[in-house]
């Protein structure tokens, strides 16, 4: 018996792990893969803004205020473990090639004024001052100078070393259902046999929580996402660039010395993990268009992973109308972003029975 078992060792069912190990709790994590979702796919853009949409402004204060949390959390991560995962700070610079895109791009520049945020507008001869790579057919960009980014195949083993460290203890099982007793939630059954009995559960499945065997449904479904990975990009950016290609977003992120992910497609097709010729093709082309020495890099892998997405684009984060079930999942675009954040207020939850001010907002019973 332990006090909290938590379904997925992704980077948000680790944080949320480590934090409640630190709050005193005894901790199991069950996961036959861990690290091996969207976690492994993500890109690790921190990005509040660039990644939100008109509306979103619950979901961007959330992202923001994790965002702000990402240093500390990296720096008690380095103390807990002896190991730096390096945090980028060039920001995020948002290209446009035509009227259409100067217009979209004023648009983004107004949002973030009104938001209180430090963007700039610069020429396409700005941007490319910025970033020698860029195309010269860039006509327009804006600098969103706060945003981080991070490699989250490098934060997650450290993360993982984190809970270990604090007493969490994993096991490499696949969660294959809810157990529940007089109501309450009160395990996880493990594929091939076995059991976690504990007094709470965290559905932390990533796009796998909306049908867990036992659970009630959740609103989460998987949207894929297709990436690159290139190697020989050292000094190719200096931070993370993004553009619309014919209507079609793209984004370029550097990562360690000489890396760099391509991404991504977004597309409503369940559980399917295909790498598509089409998927490729259009992320290598719209790369290119942006940046065209991405055509002398090398091409080290392809993958395709399942964004948890939700109704809203927003995370479900919270207590259930099943005593001791707790979601932490449905962060969509944001997942690496809000791995700080979700952590703290999950363990918070689970030590107090209190849903914290700032995940009241997204628990999940907004969906009716
Ligand atoms: N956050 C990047 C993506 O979802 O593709």
Redo the contacts with the bound molecule.
């Keep these: 018996m332990t006090d909290v078992v938590v379904a997925g060792a992704g980077l948000i069912g680790l944080s949320v792990a480590w934090r409640a190990a630190q709050r005193g709790l005894s901790v199991t994590v069950v996961d036959d893969a861990p690290g091996g979702g969207?976690s492994r796919a993500?890109?690790g853009?921190l990005?509040p803004v660039s990644?939100a949409g008109y509306g979103e402004e619950a979901l961007l204060r959330l992202c923001q205020a994790s965002l702000e949390r990402y240093p500390a959390f990296l720096g008690e991560l380095a103390a807990a473990t002896g190991r730096d995962v390096v945090l980028r700070p060039a920001g995020t610079l948002v290209v446009g090639f035509d009227d259409d895109d100067a217009r979209a791009l004023a648009d983004l520049h107004g949002f973030h004024v009104e938001l209180g945020l430090e963007v700039h507008r610069l020429t396409g001869r700005e941007a490319r001052r910025r970033e020698p790579s860029l195309t010269p057919r860039v006509r327009t960009a804006v600098h969103v100078a706060g945003d981080l980014s991070v490699d989250p195949r490098e934060l997650h083993p450290v993360l993982l070393a984190a809970a270990e460290a604090a007493g969490v203890r994993l096991v490499r099982a696949r969660a294959a259902g809810l157990l529940t007793g007089d109501g309450r939630a009160c395990g996880l059954a493990l594929e091939g046999g076995g059991e976690v009995r504990a007094g709470a559960v965290v559905l932390a499945l990533g796009a796998h929580s909306g049908a867990l065997p036992g659970a009630p449904t959740v609103p989460v479904r998987p949207?894929k996402?297709q990436?690159l990975r290139l190697r020989g990009a050292a000094g190719l950016l200096d931070g993370t660039v993004r553009a619309l290609v014919r209507g079609r977003?793209v984004?370029l992120v550097p990562q360690g010395d000489d890396g760099l992910v391509v991404?991504?497609?977004?597309e409503e097709r369940g559980f399917d993990a295909t790498v598509t010729a089409g998927g490729v093709h259009d992320l290598l082309h719209d790369a290119i268009e942006v940046v065209p020495g991405v055509t002398e890099l090398e091409l080290v892998e392809t993958l395709a992973r399942w964004?948890p997405g939700t109704p809203d684009n927003a995370p479900v984060l919270g207590s259930t109308d099943v005593p001791g079930l707790v979601l932490a999942s449905g962060h969509?675009?944001?997942?690496?972003?809000l791995t700080p954040l979700t952590g703290e207020l999950v363990a918070d939850l689970l030590v107090s029975g209190e849903t914290p001010a700032l995940a009241a907002p997204f628990d999940v019973s907004r969906f009716g």
């Excluded at 991404?263 to 977004?266: D, L, S």
């Excluded at 969509?332 to 972003?337: F, I, S, W």
């Design positions: 969207a993500a890109a853009m990005a990644e949207v996402g990436i977003s984004y991404g991504a497609t977004v964004r969509h675009r944001n997942g690496v972003l």
